[in-house]
């Protein structure tokens, strides 16, 4: 009976180890921009930040190549934002007692989700200071070239294992300069 009993528990425990254990964030990535003026540490908000080819034109993500999200959209980031205990988007209206960012990773930032498999060495970032919006055009605009090491990976121990060279899940630091 105990040899009985002892099988079992190895059989079960065995097959307990082989499910593969899965989080969220399972096949996507992240880009995170912290974008400021130079000499500032706040982030510059209402800029158009989108991912452009060679050519310097707009990645179109067509048939969800590039990203589980906005599919036949370009590839454009957005701005992290904050949201209250159940959730919500903060608004200037809102009242709360509590509030914290949607993606906690990306505090006050540009982000755009990715999939893992971003050719992220065949593209850059192009970030617009667009006459009219917030900033009045103010700023020049800047092409920052992506690496395979800009990509947040969130799921995976990767991160943790690199000894050398960049660090991975850092913010693309981006500089604006004055017109």
Same mark, same amino acid.
């Given at each position: 009976?105990?040899?009985?009993?002892? @099988?079992?528990?190895?059989? %079960? *425990? %065995?097959? #307990?180890?082989?499910?593969?254990?899965?989080?969220?964030?399972?096949?996507?990535?992240?880009?995170? @921009?912290?974008?400021? &003026?130079?000499?500032?540490?706040?982030?510059?908000? +209402?800029?158009?930040?989108? *991912?452009?080819?060679?050519? +310097?034109?707009?990645?179109?993500?067509? #048939?969800?190549? =590039?990203?589980?999200?906005?599919?036949?959209?370009?590839?454009?980031?957005?701005?992290?934002?904050?949201?209250?205990?159940?959730?919500?988007?903060?608004?200037? &209206?809102?009242?709360?007692?509590?509030?914290?960012? !949607?993606?906690?990773?990306?505090?006050?930032?540009?982000?755009?989700?990715?999939?893992?498999? =971003?050719?992220?060495?065949?593209?850059?970032?192009?970030?617009?200071?667009?006459?009219?919006?917030?900033? +009045?055009?103010?700023?020049?605009?800047?092409?920052?070239?992506?690496?395979? !090491?800009?990509? !947040?990976? @969130?799921?995976?121990?990767?991160?943790?294992?690199?000894?050398?060279?960049? #660090?991975?899940?850092?913010?693309?630091?981006?500089?604006?300069? #004055?017109?």
């Amino acid at each position: 009976m105990r040899y009985l009993i002892f @099988l079992f528990l190895l059989i %079960s *425990v %065995s097959a #307990k180890a082989q499910i593969p254990t899965h989080c969220g964030y399972d096949f996507t990535s992240y880009f995170v @921009l912290n974008v400021h &003026e130079s000499g500032k540490t706040e982030a510059v908000h +209402g800029l158009k930040v989108s *991912v452009i080819n060679a050519l +310097g034109m707009e990645i179109i993500n067509s #048939k969800n190549e =590039f990203s589980w999200v906005d599919a036949e959209k370009p590839m454009l980031f957005t701005s992290n934002y904050k949201v209250d205990d159940n959730g919500k988007k903060i608004t200037p &209206e809102s009242v709360v007692s509590k509030e914290r960012w !949607y993606f906690p990773f990306a505090k006050d930032n540009y982000l755009l989700s990715i999939k893992s498999t =971003f050719p992220a060495d065949e593209y850059s970032v192009k970030i617009e200071d667009i006459d009219g919006d917030l900033n +009045g055009g103010n700023f020049k605009t800047q092409i920052v070239k992506l690496a395979p !090491y800009n990509m !947040y990976v @969130l799921c995976s121990s990767k991160a943790r294992e690199v000894q050398f060279g960049p #660090k991975a899940n850092r913010p693309i630091d981006v500089v604006l300069e #004055k017109r």
